[in-house]
Nanobody, 115 residues
Framework: QVQLVESGGGLVQAGGSLTLSCAAS????????IAWYRQAPGKQRELVAT???????NYADFVKGRFTISRDNAKNTAYLQMNSLKPEDTAVYYC?????????WGQGTQVTVSS
């Protein structure tokens, strides 16, 4: 069982920046594909960005050019750097780790962007 703990959320003004962290309780962190999802009130959870074991990344169109996903395998931690934040980025952000049929989720961290 892998535990994921997100941190770094908070309240920020539009145009500001935040960096989210996702710390994993496994020494095999490097084999996992890490994804960041978000869920706004009344909306479905949506994929924000992914990074695989080779550090290849993908982004949803609505965050391209503003968000950057990265990982530090030595620290068993993934990050989501969020710049130029907009009020519509307000959501609970979740980290997911996946390796074949094994999928783990964190508890989420709230990001609120004020206008």
């Amino acid at each position: 069982q892998v535990q994921l703990v997100e941190s770094g959320g908070g309240l920020v003004q539009a145009g500001g920046s935040l960096t989210l962290s996702c710390a994993a309780s496994t020494s095999t962190f490097r084999i996992f594909t890490i994804a960041w999802y978000r869920q706004a009130p009344g909306k479905q959870r949506e994929l924000v960005a992914t990074i695989n074991s080779a550090s290849s990344t993908n982004y949803a169109d609505f965050v391209k050019g503003r968000f950057t996903i990265s990982r530090d395998n030595a620290k068993n931690t993934a990050y989501l750097q969020m710049n130029s934040l907009k009020p519509e980025d307000t959501a609970v952000y979740y980290c997911r780790a996946n390796y074949y049929l094994n999928t783990y989720w964190g508890q989420g961290t709230q990001v609120t962007v004020s206008s």
